[in-house]
Structure formats: C-alpha cells, structure tokens
C-alpha cells in the first residue's frame, strides 16, 4: 500500500466540524426551535495498552459513539484504522504536510445497546512491503461514522484518534570508505555491517546512502544474511552530504542516521 498524504476529506471533515462546534457555541443560549437540525454525534476511540513494543504488540481498540447529550446510539457501524506514519522527506522548508500516511483498516465494529465498540487484540504493526525509514514512533487509530454513507458529503462525518506509541530496540551500523577526500568522478565505495538485536534476522535491511542535500538518498541496497553491504557510487562536483541511513524492515527495530567523513574537493572553498 503506498503511503499518502491525509485525505482532503478528513481535512474538510475537521475544518467543518470546527466551524460546527463554534457555530453550537455561539447559539447555544438561543431559544430552541421545532425545525432545528438534528444533533451532531460524539465519536470517541481509545487503546489498551496505549504503549506496545517487540515482544507486546497488541491491543484491544473501544469506543463510544453517542449524540451531543450523551445518548447512545446502538446498531452503527464504526470505520476503524491503524494509521502508521512517517516524516516526509522536506529539507526546503516549503509548507507542506510534514507528514506521510499509510492506513490500514482494521474492521467495521457495530456499536451495542451502549453505543460502545470493540476490536480486541489488534496487532500495531506495519503489514505492507514499503520501506520504514523515516517511520514515526507514534501510531494512530482512528474511528469514523458517516451519517449519510455518502462520502462527497463529509459535513455529516464525525471522527476521533486516538496514539499508540510504538517502543523500538536500538540497532547500530559500523562501516569503512575507500576514499575519505574525493572530488568528480571519483568511485567512492562504503562497505558494513548493520547490526541487529539478538534473535532477529538481519539480511534484508534497507542501507540508503545521501550524497546531495536536496536528495535523501542516492543510492541504495539490502544487506545480505549476516548484515553485510556494500554500495557504489560516482561521486558529482555538487555532492556535499554524505550520510548512511538504515531501515529495517520490523517497526519494532529503529533505523540509524550516519554521517560519513568524506570531503568533496570538487567543492568551491568556503
């Protein structure tokens, strides 16, 4: 599933429900009619545990959905997903979304006579083949309902969130270069080992290597069963940022960032 930025419709869906909420704040001392519009619903959505790690993964995810006086309402499906999200790759500064987003459904629960949900023993996780670097620690759950079941009309969805953060065990990159000054042209090759905690299969760790800072990657390759890598690359006049990055593919084991000491001479003097 490939990662994308949060829906214009959850972001309409929020603007409204804003403009809604400061709307019912400025009348609610105004005398009720016979034709006022119907109440708005209240989502809520929570996790326990709201931590997971290696060994502990899931967790069971309830909710309530109820009208604004606290009324339940039974009998509803509720839309619910994991949503793992990553830091966008942004180094100009541009005001953008900061942030990437890959969902996951996790089912349509149905609310019971209490308006209350549940999804039990959820497993927090990535399940997709996407990289995982840039990957945040912070996993979300969301619910959603909409009213009409017609999503060009999103004035009438109702939504919450909840975080479930994800504690990941540390690994490590050790590596040499064959060049530490080079200038254009030059064949700068890096070859290591990434190495992971005990018990968990290290072939398969993404290694990405940045050699520009707009870009950030040039290059990249998998280590081999033992965490080994090797990698190769021209080196350009322009080349200025020379940085290893590694992503395992378990979003329970955290990436490394390292700077490489390499000089470009091909550089104009500062």
Same mark, same amino acid.
């Given at each position: 599933?490939?990662?994308?930025?949060?829906?214009?419709?959850?972001?309409?869906?929020?603007?409204?429900?804003?403009?809604?909420?400061?709307?019912?704040?400025?009348?609610?001392?105004?005398? *009720?009619? %016979? @034709?006022?519009?119907?109440? $708005?619903? #209240?989502? =809520?959505?929570?996790?326990?545990?709201?931590? /997971?790690?290696?060994?502990?993964?899931?967790?069971?995810?309830?909710?309530?959905?109820?009208?604004?006086?606290?009324?339940?309402?039974?009998?509803?499906?509720?839309?619910?997903?994991?949503?793992?999200?990553?830091?966008?790759?942004?180094?100009?500064?541009?005001?953008?979304?900061?942030?990437?987003?890959?969902?996951?459904?996790?089912?349509?629960?149905?609310?019971?006579?209490?308006?209350?949900?549940?999804?039990?023993?959820?497993?927090?996780?990535?399940?997709?083949?996407?990289?995982?670097?840039?990957?945040?620690?912070?996993?979300?759950?969301?619910?959603?309902?909409?009213?009409?079941?017609?999503?060009?009309? *999103?004035? %009438? @969805?109702?939504?919450?969130? $909840?975080? #479930?953060? =994800?504690?990941?065990?540390?690994?490590?990159? /050790?590596?040499?270069?064959?060049?530490?000054?080079?200038?254009?042209?030059?064949?700068?090759?890096?070859?290591?080992?990434?190495?992971?905690?005990?018990?968990?299969?290290?072939?398969?760790?993404?290694?990405?290597l940045q050699t520009y800072w707009e870009n950030e990657s040039r290059v990249q390759t998998t280590t081999e069963d033992d965490g080994f890598f090797v990698m190769s690359v021209r080196v350009r006049g322009y080349d200025d940022?020379?940085?290893?990055?590694?992503?395992?593919?378990?979003?329970?084991?955290?990436?490394?960032?390292?700077k490489l000491p390499i000089t470009n001479t091909s550089l104009p003097r500062r």
């Amino acid at each position: 599933m490939p990662r994308k930025s949060l829906s214009t419709r959850l972001v309409v869906t929020a603007a409204l429900l804003l403009t809604a909420g400061a709307l019912s704040t400025s009348t609610a001392s105004a005398k *009720p009619s %016979d @034709d006022a519009p119907v109440s $708005t619903y #209240v989502l =809520t959505v929570s996790t326990n545990p709201t931590t /997971t790690d290696y060994t502990h993964r899931r967790v069971d995810v309830t909710g309530t959905l109820t009208k604004a006086d606290g009324t339940p309402v039974p009998n509803i499906p509720v839309a619910v997903q994991e949503v793992v999200r990553f830091t966008s790759w942004n180094p100009w500064g541009d005001p953008i979304d900061p942030t990437d987003y890959e969902p996951r459904d996790l089912g349509t629960p149905v609310t019971d006579a209490k308006g209350k949900f549940t999804i039990p023993r959820v497993e927090i996780d990535h399940e997709t083949s996407s990289s995982l670097l840039d990957v945040q620690r912070k996993v979300e759950i969301t619910a959603s309902y909409d009213a009409d079941g017609n999503p060009s009309t *999103p004035q %009438d @969805d109702t939504f919450a969130r $909840t975080i #479930v953060t =994800t504690k990941a065990k540390a690994s490590s990159v /050790t590596y040499t270069v064959n060049k530490k000054k080079v200038k254009k042209g030059t064949i700068l090759t890096i070859q290591g080992k990434v190495a992971l905690p005990k018990g968990i299969e290290r072939g398969g760790t993404e290694v990405f290597l940045q050699t520009y800072w707009e870009n950030e990657s040039r290059v990249q390759t998998t280590t081999e069963d033992d965490g080994f890598f090797v990698m190769s690359v021209r080196v350009r006049g322009y080349d200025d940022t020379f940085k290893l990055r590694t992503a395992p593919r378990d979003l329970y084991v955290a990436g490394t960032v390292q700077k490489l000491p390499i000089t470009n001479t091909s550089l104009p003097r500062r």
